[in-house]
């Protein structure tokens, strides 16, 4: 499994952008695909997670809301759309995959299995 994640950059306050993660070599029956980022000196947070079993979705409280969570099948792509950005959400942002159905589960408690690497979010004026 390979993920690829992009989308990252530069925006201002308020502004949005929309990451994507494609993941090749996925034929998997039951998986969660998750957004994580980490903040300098700050340890890693799972942001919003989908599971393929029924498209349940997790969020964490700080970003409900303004990110919304979603994937392409056809394209085995899953997106993070981000508005209403603020500087608390400058981090360094990554896509992981886990072997398993739980979305809430595996963005609380981490456990992914592949990750890719990660793609920078600066939110700044």
């Known amino acids: 499994v390979q993920l690829q994640a992009s989308g990252g950059g530069l925006v201002q306050p308020g502004g949005s952008l929309r990451l994507s993660c494609t993941i090749s070599?996925?034929?998997?029956?039951?998986?969660?695909i998750g957004w994580f980022r980490q903040a300098p000196g700050k340890e890693r947070e799972g942001v919003s997670c989908?599971?393929?079993?029924?498209?349940?979705?997790y969020y964490v409280d700080s970003v409900k809301g303004r990110f919304t969570i979603s994937r392409d099948s056809a394209k085995n792509t899953v997106s993070l759309q981000m508005n209403s950005l603020s500087p608390e959400d400058t981090a360094v942002y990554y896509c992981a995959v886990a072997t398993g159905s739980g979305s809430t589960y595996y963005c609380r408690n981490g456990g992914m299995d592949y990750w890719g690497k990660g793609t920078q979010v600066t939110v700044s004026s």
């Open positions: 070599r996925f034929p998997l029956d039951y998986w969660t």
């Open positions: 989908i599971s393929s079993s029924d498209s349940s979705t």
